[in-house]
């Protein structure tokens, strides 16, 4: 069982030292201080929210000497449409020196601490992403580079079978092939093209928005220096998998690689189930399309490192596209192909019945590589609609980024481009109103529906949406709001809970994740992203608190409709805290 004194141990010197800096810290921390627990720019916003509508004042105090640095009163009070609790913010924006504070609520106690400094979000992009080499499949993780989440290699995927719904010329039932590497896909062991199809779109996105960044940008796996950034090396790592998924005979691309039902809650190496490839589908070859045209893309720029692989990538963007082409209405449907063939598959069904937003980023990826406009051809952009967020199942704004970020070296003509950066901008727009009577500040959980299955990825998702609108307008109040959603993950929350495990005072140390569970390690994987406030409450854990929406959350490996990680959910977060370090260094 992991301890209480276990537990203690593994929170960080520096919180421990921020903790008792101050006699009285320990004894007067009011969890209904929220904020970013992790800390502010010097020159940019900074607020808290303080639940209660009874108190009045705030100070911030530095933490060691206790001397207060600012008084000032809070905020007119917000109403929660969620819960209808009452919150009001503290404003410490005025607040620009380096150094490690807390917000002291008079009547009330303090905040956790935080810091004050340039970079401060470095280690959390950088620990986001390097949660992925902690998902890395068929792979020892050494000591080296995974400290006490060391492991054995899983799941070599070296001997893997031909499911009977995916047979083909050359690869019938039962039939073995060789599919390693690649990232367990969430709290599970299975490895999904559709998922790792959006997952890698915005890693992808991020290097191709701010290459100069990662040059530097050193996460300590084992290819770092290796004249490669470590964001590239770490998406090839799952890109050379995603291309073993791929059919060789006629270029479709498989639904996932998976065991028939999931692996208890132990350790990889320990997972010796039979593991199969199933059923070729047009949804799982667009997505494959659209991330190996843009992999092929970036990589040629690093042929010298990489000989063959932008090559591989392109040929196989094209099989695929001219697959999907003659197939484009197979779509997986996992019940029903339960009925046909056996063994039943009971794994993450990722299934989809519209192929229409896959189509728009596959074109546009296939297009900002081959510069060949006929991709575009009989291709509904529908930017005559509100752009939806992307989602594992609605992939399309993803094909809006790639053509806004190519739109004048692609020379896109303007009666396409104009309204693929206005669908943007309303988006963003669309965000920012009332954001003033947020209980939160936050444009994240305005609407009850942002707090569906992984909602700390539509707050992390708004982020990036609000990004590319700022890049479009260059308009502060969509940088100030996408820091918000940042904050909000990281504590500005109605949970009070840093989302990112190993982070913060308040820290998710439950998550559902079997890596985390089976490891009897007290502290979870670091980097991870949980999912969040989830009212759905689908997974019947008995220890939820609250119904309401925004604080719809438990901290307990019971609890996979709140507290699971996902990839999908931790590429967003890279994003965001990366894109954020580079625009507000």
């Given at each position: 069982?992991?301890?209480?004194?276990?537990?203690?141990?593994a929170?960080?010197l520096?919180?421990?030292?921020?903790?008792?800096?101050?006699?009285?810290?320990?004894?007067?921390?009011?969890?209904?201080?929220?904020?970013?627990q992790?800390?502010?720019?010097p020159?940019?916003?900074?607020?808290?929210?303080?639940?209660g509508?009874?108190?009045?004042?705030?100070?911030?105090?530095a933490?060691?000497?206790?001397?207060?640095?600012?008084?000032?009163q809070l905020?007119?009070?917000?109403t929660?449409?969620?819960?209808?609790?009452?919150?009001?913010l503290?404003?410490?924006?005025?607040?620009?020196?380096?150094?490690?504070?807390?917000v002291?609520v008079p009547?009330?106690?303090?905040s956790?601490?935080?810091?004050?400094?340039?970079k401060?979000?470095?280690?959390?992009?950088?620990?986001?992403?390097?949660?992925?080499?902690?998902q890395?499949?068929s792979?020892?993780i050494?000591?080296?580079?995974?400290?006490?989440?060391?492991?054995?290699?899983?799941?070599?995927d070296?001997?893997?079978?031909?499911?009977?719904?995916?047979?083909?010329?050359g690869?019938?039932?039962?039939?073995?092939i060789n599919?390693?590497?690649?990232?367990?896909?969430?709290?599970?062991?299975n490895?999904?093209?559709?998922?790792?199809?959006?997952t890698?779109?915005?890693?992808?996105s991020?290097?191709?928005?701010?290459?100069a960044?990662f040059e530097?940008f050193?996460?300590?796996?084992?290819e770092?220096?290796?004249?490669?950034?470590?964001?590239?090396?770490e998406?090839?790592?799952?890109?050379?998998?995603?291309?073993?998924?791929?059919?060789?005979s006629?270029?479709g691309?498989?639904?996932?690689?998976?065991?028939p039902?999931?692996?208890?809650m132990?350790?990889p190496?320990?997972a010796?189930?039979?593991?199969?490839?199933?059923q070729?589908n047009?949804?799982a070859?667009?997505?494959?399309?659209a991330?190996t045209?843009?992999a092929?893309r970036?990589?040629?720029?690093?042929?010298?490192?990489?000989?063959?692989?932008?090559?591989?990538?392109?040929?196989?963007?094209?099989?695929?596209?001219e697959?999907?082409?003659k197939?484009?209405?197979?779509?997986?449907?996992?019940?029903?192909?339960?009925?046909?063939f056996?063994?039943?598959?009971?794994?993450?069904?990722?299934?989809?019945?519209?192929?229409?937003?896959e189509?728009?980023w596959?074109?546009?990826?296939?297009?900002?590589?081959?510069?060949?406009?006929?991709?575009?051809n009989?291709?509904a952009?529908?930017?005559?609609?509100p752009?939806?967020?992307?989602?594992?199942?609605?992939?399309?704004?993803?094909?809006?980024y790639?053509?806004?970020?190519f739109?004048?070296?692609?020379k896109?003509?303007?009666?396409?481009?104009?309204?693929l950066?206005?669908?943007?901008?309303?988006?963003a727009?669309?965000?920012?109103?009332?954001?003033?009577?947020q209980?939160?500040?936050?444009v994240m959980g305005k609407?009850?529906?942002?707090?569906?299955?992984?909602?700390s990825?539509?707050?992390?998702?708004?982020?990036?949406?609000?990004?590319?609108?700022?890049?479009?307008?260059?308009?502060?109040?969509?940088?100030?709001?996408?820091?918000?959603?940042l904050?909000y993950l990281?504590g500005?929350?109605?949970?009070?809970?840093?989302?990112?495990?190993?982070?913060?005072s308040?820290?998710?140390?439950h998550p559902?994740?079997?890596?985390s569970?089976?490891?009897?390690?007290?502290?979870?994987?670091p980097?991870?992203l949980?999912?969040?406030p989830n009212?759905?409450?689908?997974?019947?854990?008995?220890?939820?608190t609250s119904?309401?929406a925004?604080?719809?959350?438990?901290?307990d490996d019971?609890?996979?409709?709140?507290?699971?990680?996902?990839?999908?959910?931790n590429?967003?977060?890279v994003?965001?805290?990366?894109a954020?370090?580079?625009?507000?260094?």
């Open positions: 069982m992991k301890s209480i004194f276990r537990s203690f141990l929170i960080p520096h919180i421990l030292i921020a903790a008792f800096a101050t006699n009285s810290f320990g004894q007067n921390v009011s969890t209904d201080i929220r904020l970013n992790i800390g502010f720019y020159k940019a916003q900074k607020l808290a929210v303080v639940v509508e009874k108190h009045l004042a705030f100070e911030i105090k933490v060691g000497s206790g001397k207060s640095v600012l008084k000032g905020s007119e009070p917000r929660s449409q969620h819960s209808g609790k009452i919150s009001r503290a404003d410490f924006t005025k607040i620009t020196k380096p150094g490690k504070y807390v002291e009547g009330l106690g303090k956790y601490p935080f810091e004050i400094k340039e401060v979000h470095r280690e959390v992009a950088g620990a986001a992403l390097k949660g992925f080499y902690y890395r499949v792979i020892d050494p000591e080296k580079f995974a400290g006490k989440w060391a492991r054995p290699a899983g799941h070599p070296n001997k893997v079978l031909i499911h009977a719904s995916a047979v083909s010329e690869r019938a039932e039962n039939a073995v599919s390693p590497k690649g990232w367990y896909d969430a709290g599970d062991y490895k999904y093209i559709v998922n790792s199809g959006i890698m779109g915005t890693l992808l991020l290097y191709e928005d701010f290459p960044y530097d050193n996460v300590d796996i084992p770092s220096n290796n004249g490669v950034p470590d964001l590239l090396d998406v090839i790592y799952n890109l050379r998998w995603m291309l073993t998924m791929q059919d060789p006629d270029g691309v498989y639904h996932k690689l998976t065991n039902r999931f692996d208890g132990i350790m190496d320990a010796k189930n039979p593991r199969y490839v199933v070729k047009t949804i070859t667009l997505d494959f399309v991330v045209a843009q092929g970036i990589l040629k720029g690093f042929e010298n490192k990489f000989p063959g692989l932008a090559d591989s990538c392109v040929t196989a963007a094209v099989k695929g596209w697959w999907a082409k197939n484009p209405t197979i779509f997986y449907n996992q019940d029903e192909l339960n009925k046909k056996d063994p039943d598959i009971v794994t993450g069904a990722y299934g989809d019945r519209s192929a229409a937003d189509w728009v596959a074109a546009a990826e296939m297009y900002a590589l081959t510069r060949k406009a006929d991709y575009l009989g291709i952009l529908e930017t005559d609609k752009m939806p967020l992307p989602t594992w199942s609605q992939v399309r704004a993803l094909g809006y790639t053509l806004i970020r739109s004048d070296e692609l896109l003509a303007s009666n396409i481009a104009d309204p950066k206005a669908s943007v901008v309303k988006f727009d669309d965000l920012l109103v009332d954001l003033p009577k209980p939160y500040h936050t609407n009850a529906k942002d707090y569906a299955w992984g909602s990825s539509v707050a992390a998702n708004q982020g990036i949406a609000l990004i590319y609108a700022y890049s479009i307008k260059k308009n502060q109040a969509y940088m100030q709001a996408a820091l918000g959603n904050d990281l500005r929350n109605a949970t009070g809970f840093c989302f990112l495990t190993g982070f913060g308040k820290r998710v140390m559902h994740h079997r890596l569970i089976a490891d009897e390690i007290a502290d979870p994987i980097g991870l949980s999912g969040g009212p759905g409450q689908q997974d019947k854990c008995t220890t939820y119904k309401f925004d604080e719809s959350f438990t901290d019971c609890s996979y409709a709140s507290n699971e990680i996902a990839i999908n959910w590429a967003p977060m994003y965001l805290a990366a954020i370090e580079n625009l507000l260094r």
